[in-house]
């Protein structure tokens, strides 16, 4: 059973700094692509950062770039998002999820955790 976990949400003031994790089982780590989504309210669900299974380099959505960093470690079969700068518009639930860039398709979900910046 495919399992994605995340923690590391939780309230933070604007321009503070946070860094969600992802741990996965149940599913060979390397061969997958790894992102991160968010969903605010009464908004859809938006992509903010993967990372490729190998080499490659990692992509970003427009809000996200030069605040957010992914990375992953294939050992501990993590993935993490640092996020800094942080703004009250980066409040969100934040989703992990496994998948095939090249295909453009999330074949697993997390449950989300929260991420709330006061202004």
């Known amino acids: 059973q495919v399992q994605l976990v995340e923690s590391g949400g939780g309230l933070v003031q604007a321009g503070g700094s946070l860094r969600l994790s992802c741990g996965a089982s149940g599913l060979t780590f390397r061969v997958y692509t790894m992102g991160w989504f968010r969903q605010a309210p009464g908004k859809e669900r938006e992509f903010v950062a993967s990372i490729p299974r190998s080499d490659g380099s990692a992509e970003y959505s427009e809000s996200a770039k030069g605040r957010f960093t992914i990375s992953r470690d294939g050992g501990k079969n993590t993935v993490d998002l640092q996020m800094n700068s942080l703004k009250p518009e980066d409040t969100a639930v934040y989703y992990c999820?496994?998948?095939?860039?090249?295909?453009?398709?999330?074949?697993?979900w997390g449950q989300g955790t929260q991420v709330t910046v006061s202004s």
């Open positions: 999820a496994a998948g095939s860039i090249a295909t453009r398709t999330w074949f697993y």
